[in-house]
C-alpha cells in the first residue's frame, strides 16, 4: 500500500500529516503552473479577460492607382502601340476622311516606315514622353519626311524634321561641310520639339495652329487668324485661309493618328517594332575616320553611317569632339579601343602648312592626290590659298576612292540629264561627280578608269 491506515501508534508519525504535506506540495506546483500559464497570455492566439481578441474587418473598396503610375498600366511595349497609346487630340473634322484614303491608298506605306523607324523615332518617342507634349508630335517627321534621315526638299529643308536652311542659321544650328545638325537626330529633334512649344505659346496653347505654323510660318498664320477672327468669334485652324499644303498638314497628321489608333478598323497589321531605345551617344574626343570607329566597336559600317546621317563625310569634323550613336552593348568596347588608339591612326589625313610659293597643284602632286579632292576637303570654294594655312591633305591616291564611297552627297543635286561629260581644264572625276550629282566610283567604273589617274583635256566621259 501507497499510505498506511489512518490509526497511528504512539511516537510514530502520523501519516495523515505525511498525506497533508503532500497534498499541499502539489496544490502549490499548480499555482506556479498556472501563473506561467497566465504569463503567456500576451503571445498571438492567446486570450485572456485583460487581453481580448478584437474582430477584424477587411474592406472591399478599391483604392485609385496614383496618378504617377497609372499611365504606366497597360502601357504598349512596341513602338506602334506606344504611339497609339499616347494620342489624344479629336480626329472628328470631315477634312481627316480624304487623308485617311490618301494614306491608305499607299500599300508599302507602313512597312517603309517601319524599315526606316530604329533608332530615331523610339528616340523622339522617348523625348516627347519626356517633356510631357502631345504623342501627336512625334507624327510630324513622318510626314514631313517619311522617316528618310537624309530627306532633301526642293526648299533645301533637310533631315527628319525638314528644317530649312533659314531657320537653322537665325537659331544657329551648325551647317558646314563636315557636319549638318539638321541630320543629328538628337540635336534636331531638340530644337523641332523646343520651337514647336514656342509656336504653341505664341498661339495661346493652339496646337494645330503651332502645326500649321511650323509648315507654313508663323507670320503667314497669324495673317490668317487675323483675317478670319473678323469673320468667326472663335477663328481656329479650321476657318483658316491658307495654301492647300498647310490646309492639308493637320489634318493628315490627325488622318496617321486615326490609323495608328484603330489598325485593325482599317484592315492593317502594324509591324511589331521595340519601343525599346538601345543605343547610347559616346564622345570621339577628336577627328577620327567613320570606318575606325565601326572596327573600334565592331559593327557595320552602313549602320554606323545610318544612325548617324549627321556626319557627311568620311570622318567626323576636325579639330572637334563629335558625338555618335552607337549600340548601347558596344560603348564599352569602343571606348576601350579609342583609350588604347595611336593619334597617328585616327585619321589618315594629313595636316599640311602651306608654305610661300605653294599652289593646290604641287600640293596634290608632292601628295599624290587630286586639287579638287583637297578643295573639297577644305571647303574651298577656289584654288587660291594662303602661306601660313593648314590644308587636310590626303595620304595617298587611293584615298580618293575611299574618300568618295563613305562621303554623303551633300547637298543632294538633280541626275544629269546629259549622258556625255567632255573634259575641261582642272577637272578630275570628283569635281565631276560633284557637278552631275554621282560618284567617282560610278564614273570609274563606267568609264574603265583608274579613279586615282589624272584626265586628258577633251576626254568623253560617260555619265550614266
Excluded at 132 to 139: F, G, K, S, Y
Excluded at 161 to 185: C, F, K, M
Excluded at 377 to 391: F, H, V, Y
Amino acid at each position: 500500500m501507497l499510505y498506511r491506515p489512518l490509526e497511528t501508534e504512539p511516537g510514530k508519525v502520523s501519516t495523515l500529516a505525511n498525506l497533508l504535506r503532500r497534498v499541499a506540495w502539489l496544490v502549490g506546483w499548480l499555482a506556479l503552473l498556472n501563473m506561467g500559464l497566465a504569463s503567456c497570455s500576451s503571445l498571438p492566439g492567446i486570450a485572456t479577460a485583460k487581453h481580448p481578441l478584437t474582430e477584424v474587418s477587411v474592406s472591399a473598396v478599391r483604392k485609385e492607382v496614383p496618378a504617377a503610375i497609372a499611365p504606366l498600366l497597360g502601357k504598349p511595349t512596341d513602338l506602334w502601340g506606344r504611339i497609339a497609346w499616347g494620342l489624344t487630340w479629336e480626329r472628328n473634322h470631315p477634312a481627316i476622311k480624304p487623308e485617311i484614303e490618301h494614306i491608305l491608298s499607299q500599300p508599302n506605306f507602313f512597312n517603309l516606315l517601319s524599315d526606316r523607324a530604329l533608332p530615331g523615332l523610339a528616340w523622339i518617342v522617348s523625348e516627347i514622353e519626356r517633356l510631357e507634349l502631345p504623342m501627336e508630335l512625334a507624327l510630324i517627321p513622318v510626314i514631313e519626311s517619311m522617316l528618310d534621315p537624309w530627306a532633301y526638299s526642293s526648299q533645301r529643308a533637310a533631315g527628319l524634321w525638314q528644317i530649312s536652311p533659314a531657320t537653322a542659321s537665325h537659331y544657329g544650328l551648325e551647317v558646314n561641310w563636315w557636319y549638318d545638325a539638321r541630320l543629328d537626330i538628337p540635336v534636331a529633334t531638340e530644337f523641332a520639339l523646343s520651337y514647336l512649344a514656342e509656336l504653341q505659346q505664341a498661339f495661346d496653347g493652339d496646337w494645330p495652329l503651332a502645326l500649321a505654323a511650323y509648315n507654313g510660318g508663323r507670320g503667314r498664320v497669324g495673317r490668317a487668324l487675323e483675317s478670319a477672327s473678323k469673320i468667326h468669334e472663335a477663328a481656329g485652324f479650321w476657318q483658316l485661309k491658307l495654301p492647300r499644303e498647310t490646309r492639308r498638314y493637320v489634318p493628315r497628321i490627325l488622318a496617321l493618328a486615326e490609323i495608328i489608333s484603330h489598325p485593325a478598323r482599317f484592315n492593317l497589321s502594324l509591324p511589331q517594332l521595340s519601343s525599346e531605345f538601345t543605343y547610347s551617344e559616346v564622345a570621339t574626343e577628336g577627328q577620327i575616320e567613320l570606318s575606325t570607329i565601326a572596327e573600334l566597336a565592331r559593327i557595320d559600317l552602313a549602320e554606323l553611317r545610318q544612325n548617324n546621317p549627321a556626319h557627311l563625310r568620311w570622318a567626323t569634323a576636325p579639330d572637334v569632339s563629335s558625338t555618335l550613336w552607337l549600340p548601347s552593348s558596344s560603348v564599352e568596347e569602343f571606348q576601350t579601343n579609342l583609350a588604347k588608339l595611336d593619334p597617328s591612326e585616327r585619321v589618315s589625313w594629313a595636316h599640311y602648312k602651306v608654305a610661300p610659293g605653294d599652289t593646290l597643284s604641287a600640293i596634290a602632286q608632292r601628295f599624290n592626290t587630286q586639287i579638287a579632292l583637297i578643295s573639297a576637303a577644305n571647303a574651298l570654294e577656289n584654288s587660291l590659298i594662303r602661306s601660313g594655312d593648314t590644308l587636310l591633305i590626303p595620304k595617298g591616291a587611293g584615298n580618293v576612292v575611299v574618300a568618295d564611297s563613305l562621303a554623303r552627297e551633300w547637298p543632294p543635286k538633280r541626275r544629269p540629264n546629259s549622258t556625255f561629260h567632255k573634259v575641261r581644264e582642272g577637272d578630275s572625276l570628283w569635281r565631276i561627280a560633284q557637278r552631275y550629282g554621282t560618284s567617282v566610283v560610278h564614273l570609274a567604273n563606267l568609264n574603265g578608269l583608274d579613279p586615282s589617274a589624272y584626265l586628258q583635256l577633251g576626254q568623253r566621259l560617260k555619265l550614266r
